[in-house]
């Protein structure tokens, strides 16, 4: 099998509040290959975000290794890993984390205004996001004019745009009904299988974790099993 684009090794991150520390990750490793759809499922408060977080470079491992593309994150400094996250992930919350104040558009072209696209280029890449979410007939509409699914799918088109190598997304369709959830992770399966978009999900919901093509479940901080479909 080739080099696995993300490799995690005895990862370990602790949390110190005071006098007590807690260990959330405890000693997990974990290799994924380009191309895959993973649903990260467990309890609340077993470690599924600090993982995503750690997978996505919002946050540095206590010991252990996350090499993404060959690339060991855990060991650039904040500037450089605020570089690489911009060129190699894009991030899908529960809460949509749209600009209020910004047209759908202008919201998807966030992450190419830390490229050097001209306007031109980055509207072309811009009207092609939106088209592959479905909402290029929304892109003058503000947040507060979206429907939930239409906000995320919006969310989505921003975490696409940069065409990143990983897609990270935290309990996407949590504050989404049903219909609305289904939608969503379909578009969602369809970037993995259509467009070849390496995805990470975290979910506690079964039901969600079915449209992806592996499931791994954290318990205390650690893997407790993978199924394989
Ligand atoms: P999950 O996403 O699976 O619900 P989290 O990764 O958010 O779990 O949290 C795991 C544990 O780590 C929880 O006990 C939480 O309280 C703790 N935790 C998360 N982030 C922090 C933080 N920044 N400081 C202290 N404790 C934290
Ligand atoms: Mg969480």
């Not at 996250?85 to 992450?111: D, I, K």
């Not at 009207?127 to 592959?132: E, W």
């Amino acid at each position: 099998m080739a080099n696995p684009l993300v490799s995690i090794r005895d990862l370990h991150k602790t949390y110190t509040r005071g006098a007590e520390t807690v260990d959330v990750l405890r000693g997990l490793s974990l290799d994924i290959q380009a191309g895959e759809f993973i649903a990260l499922m467990g309890p609340s408060g077993s470690g599924k975000t600090t993982l995503l977080n750690l997978i996505g470079g919002l946050d540095r491992p206590s010991a252990g290794s996350v090499s993404v593309d060959g690339a060991r994150i855990d060991q650039l400094g904040s500037g450089a890993l605020a570089q690489w996250r911009a060129t190699h992930v894009g991030f899908v919350f529960q809460f949509y984390n749209l600009l209020p104040m910004l047209s759908a558009e202008r919201n998807v072209e966030l992450p190419l205004l830390l490229t050097h696209l001209s306007k031109a280029e980055r509207m072309k890449r811009v009207g092609i996001a939106l088209q592959v979410v479905g909402l290029a007939e929304r892109a003058k509409h503000k947040p507060s004019e979206l429907s939930g699914g239409q906000a995320q799918r919006v969310a989505i088109a921003r975490a696409i745009v940069a065409d990143p190598t990983l897609l990270v997304c935290d309990e996407p369709t949590g504050d989404l009904d049903r219909r609305t959830a289904d939608e969503v992770l379909t578009l969602l399966q369809t970037l993995n299988r259509e467009h070849g978009k390496t995805i990470v999900m975290v979910t506690h919901d079964p039901k969600a974790a079915e449209y992806a093509s592996h499931r791994v479940f954290l318990d205390k901080g650690q893997l407790a099993e993978t199924a394989v479909h």
